[in-house]
Nanobody
Framework: QLQASGGGLVQAGGSLRLSCAASGRTFSTVVMGWFRQAPGKEREGISCISGIDGSKRHADSVKGRFTFSKNNAKNTVFLQMNSLKPDDTAVYYC??????????????????WGQGTLVTVSS
């Protein structure tokens, strides 16, 4: 199971750090991803990390502002979000991939999802 936390209300320009802890399975060698879904919009992949070489990808919408990291010893991944904008308002989800390499932003490539944590950015 995946448990996401760290969401909340923040003013534009502020920062939040999301966490996603896994139980029952180690994800140190699998693809991990962060997605978000704003009201009325499709789920959007924003950041992912390969399980093999640790290479990361960030969507253009968050590049330079969001950073994906992981602590394998604690089986936890993090999403540091800086310079937040009102457009970043969404429910954020972490997910484990079906493979160990080649992380993507395709929801169908992920097999387990956390319950989501709400991030609200006020202007």
């Amino acid at each position: 199971q995946l448990q996401a936390s760290g969401g909340g209300l923040v003013q534009a320009g502020g920062s939040l750090r999301l966490s996603c802890a896994a139980s029952g399975r180690t994800f140190s060698t699998v693809v991990m991803g962060w997605f978000r879904q704003a009201p009325g919009k499709e789920r959007e992949g924003i950041s992912c990390i390969s399980g093999i070489d640790g290479s990361k990808r960030h969507a253009d919408s968050v590049k330079g502002r969001f950073t994906f990291s992981k602590n394998n010893a604690k089986n936890t991944v993090f999403l540091q979000m800086n310079s937040l904008k009102p457009d970043d308002t969404a429910v954020y989800y972490c997910a484990t991939g079906k493979t160990r390499f080649g992380c993507t932003f395709v929801p169908g490539d992920y097999e387990a999802w956390g319950q989501g944590t709400l991030v609200t950015v006020s202007s």
